[in-house]
């Protein structure tokens, strides 16, 4: 027995062991021995006893006391998921931060605690950067904050100082920052802080910004948050640092941003920018939600010039760059949602002109690649402003901005017909319009996209493969300029059967036929040689298994365009125009009245969101309408292509409709299918 407890010692007192140590505000510092039945009664005093690799198990109550954390790979958390919290006040300057992460901590994790006030941070994450060894500024790395509540700081929530590197917090709730002062108060405020994830948090109520990543800060992710009620910007990828915290060996030209990325964003009710990007490098924002943002300042999504305390450059010539402009900047897949009260532009290019030392300071190098995007500002028009010197647009209109930036050629201006909790409900035109090559794989929900992409920060589930009996319409397809087919795909490991019915101009049926298709293949059908050009619309229905199916219209000079068929009727639909309709000088409209009874049309016409002209037109059962939109035809007489970027079109019943548009000679075709709104 004596060997056996001897044994036990030497095993306990082995170095390097780690152990796990309890607190509870009924234990005793004194006599306690830190086990769960004998705790200590301070978070610091345990701390103090520990060693690296411990991890220490709080039990439920208020621990007014300041912690710091020396040793690396400490585990501070709840015990048992108890309801925990680290206060400190935010008046007493003595006591600056409520948990402090040392240079020494590596590796280290905060998990399921409240952490509140603080004079100035919540949590801190220090470093060497400025204590005078300049080959020796590495700062605390490795840090996990996880399931934690940080909140009613004196300013910042998270400060990040420089080289405190791979830091992760995760699903955590930020906010209200800036309690003692709210003039620099961020929820998450990393200087020169590499590899930095923000992920799966609520960030709310921030006095300034919601999250930046500036000072050079490389590879930061900012995903799957929703930021909402910022006093500031939403998130920042740069923004305006002192000099003297770049490291000017791995940043010589002091970009603020390197690589970072927010991804899957629901961004809302910020008085500036929902993403702004300052003297940022290789940064993007793709499938975000931005909904009424840039409420007083700036722009939806905002191109900022950083000053850096306004230092002059000493030394013009030897390589160094200073204040540098954003460049390869890409945004694709977001959702640009602004409230009509809301005055400031969609997107903001600015730039700044100091007579001293400064100089001209320019927010981007060339222009940013932008696609994709759905931009929509209630009945008000849109606003896209550049500032820049050779490159002036001064409130310009959407495709004013199409046009300066030679892109967003699959951008729109549409409601995106959003629900309660801004994820795009049914009909919504941002459903599978997105770009399906971006580096996104899941969104908002960690549900997985599937292509093509929403726009938006939410994938719709509703876009997986329907269930048997699912109905699509083809509307118009029957055309001397163009050929109609039917592709087919199953994504499942099994057969798929599906039937096309064909109806003439008079609603009557045509003709049916049925269709098997094997696992994991594609199939394409000539509808406009199966109906001998007669039939006006089709119907496909998926009778066994699961089918993904497109409509493709190609021009007899070779032009081609596909959609994803519609499921359901509507008597509320909406067309979009592409971007290069510029070019474009013909355009036609097919509407087949279903029903058995009359029904009014009334199309309007809308550029930049706002009405700008209409017509009603009357069809008798079974009618169908085949016409030109223009100066040409008889629907909107007076509108020509390039006045407008929308149509809607409601009917008093449900109907089957579609557009196309052609250039000279035919060599364009786009055709567009209905987006419902009901």
């Not at 309890?22 to 520990?50: E, W």
Request: glycine fraction near 10%; hydrophobic fraction near 35%.
């Amino acid at each position: 027995m004596r060997k056996v407890l001897l044994l036990l010692l030497i095993i306990y007192s082995v170095p390097g062991l780690a152990s796990t140590i309890y607190v509870s505000l009924s234990g005793n510092d004194q006599t306690g021995n830190g086990t769960i039945s004998s705790p200590f009664a301070t978070i610091s005093h345990a701390l103090d006893v520990s060693s690296a690799g411990d991890t220490i198990q709080i039990r439920a109550g208020t621990y007014n006391e300041a912690v710091r954390i020396r040793n690396a790979n400490i585990t501070l958390k709840s015990y048992d998921s108890e309801h925990v919290i680290i206060h400190t006040p935010v008046d007493d300057e003595n006591l600056d931060t409520t948990v402090t992460l040392d240079v020494d901590a590596d590796g280290s994790t905060l998990e399921g605690l409240e952490i509140t006030g603080g004079y100035y941070y919540g949590i801190m994450l220090f470093t060497r950067w400025d204590w005078g060894d300049p080959d020796d500024r590495t700062g605390v790395s490795r840090i996990t904050i996880q399931n934690c509540k940080i909140h009613d700081t004196g300013r910042d929530c998270i400060k990040v100082t420089p080289e405190c590197d791979y830091l992760t917090v995760a699903d955590c709730e930020i906010y209200n920052s800036g309690i003692r002062y709210g003039g620099n108060a961020e929820g998450v405020d990393n200087v020169n802080s590499d590899y930095m994830v923000v992920r799966d948090c609520y960030i709310h109520d921030t006095a300034t910004t919601g999250v930046y990543a500036k000072g050079g800060a490389i590879g930061a992710v900012i995903e799957r948050n929703i930021i909402e009620n910022c006093g500031e910007i939403g998130v920042a990828l740069g923004f305006d640092t002192s000099p003297e915290y770049f490291d000017l060996t791995v940043n010589p030209d002091r970009y603020e941003n390197i690589g970072g990325v927010v991804r899957n964003c629901l961004i809302r009710n910020t008085g500036m920018a929902g993403i702004a990007f300052y003297a940022a490098k290789d940064a993007s924002a793709y499938n975000n939600t931005l909904v009424d943002t840039a409420q007083s300042a700036q722009s939806a999504i905002y191109f900022g010039v950083s000053l850096q305390d306004w230092e002059p450059d000493t030394d013009p010539n030897d390589g160094i760059g200073y204040r540098p402009a954003s460049t390869n900047i890409h945004v694709e897949n977001n959702i640009v949602f602004q409230d009509s009260s809301i005055s400031t532009p969609m997107v903001f290019i600015r730039t700044f002109y100091h007579e001293g030392d400064v100089g001209r300071v320019n927010a981007m190098d060339g222009m940013p690649a932008m696609d994709y995007n759905c931009y929509w500002h209630g009945n008000s028009p849109l606003a896209f402003t550049d500032q820049r010197p050779g490159y002036e647009m001064e409130n310009g209109s959407f495709s004013d901005w199409q046009n300066h930036i030679s892109s967003e050629g699959h951008s729109f201006v549409a409601n995106p017909s959003l629900d309660s909790e801004y994820r795009p409900a049914e009909g919504s035109p941002c459903i599978d319009a997105g770009d399906s090559s971006v580096p996104v794989s899941d969104d908002l929900d960690k549900n997985p996209r599937t292509a093509p992409f929403d726009i938006g920060a939410y994938e719709v589930n509703g876009d997986q493969p329907p269930v048997e009996g699912t109905a699509y319409y083809l509307p118009h397809i029957a055309h001397g300029n163009y050929t109609t087919y039917l592709l087919a795909y199953t994504p499942a490991n099994e057969q798929a059967k599906f039937r096309v019915t064909l109806y003439g101009d008079d609603g009557r049926l045509l003709q049916n036929g049925s269709y098997v298709l094997a696992p994991r293949n594609t199939m394409k059908i000539n509808v406009s040689s199966e109906s001998g050009g007669a039939a006006m619309a089709a119907t496909v229905t998926l009778t066994e298994g699961t089918a993904v199916f497109k409509g493709v219209f190609f021009n007899s000079s070779g032009g081609m365009a596909e959609f994803v068929l519609d499921s359901q009727l509507s008597d509320n639909l909406i067309y979009l125009f592409p971007s290069y309709n510029t070019s474009v000088s013909w355009n036609g409209l097919a509407c087949w009245n279903t029903s058995d009874s009359a029904v009014s049309v009334v199309l309007t016409a809308y550029a930049d969101g706002v009405a700008v002209g209409d017509q009603t037109v009357s069809l008798a059962a079974k009618e169908n309408l085949v016409d030109v939109i223009g100066p040409d035809g008889a629907v909107l007489t007076g509108l020509g292509l390039h006045d407008f970027d929308m149509i809607r079109i409601q009917t008093t019943d449900s109907v089957l409709s579609g557009l196309n548009i052609s250039g000279d000679g035919q060599e364009k075709l786009v055709f567009t299918p209905a987006i419902r709104l009901n």
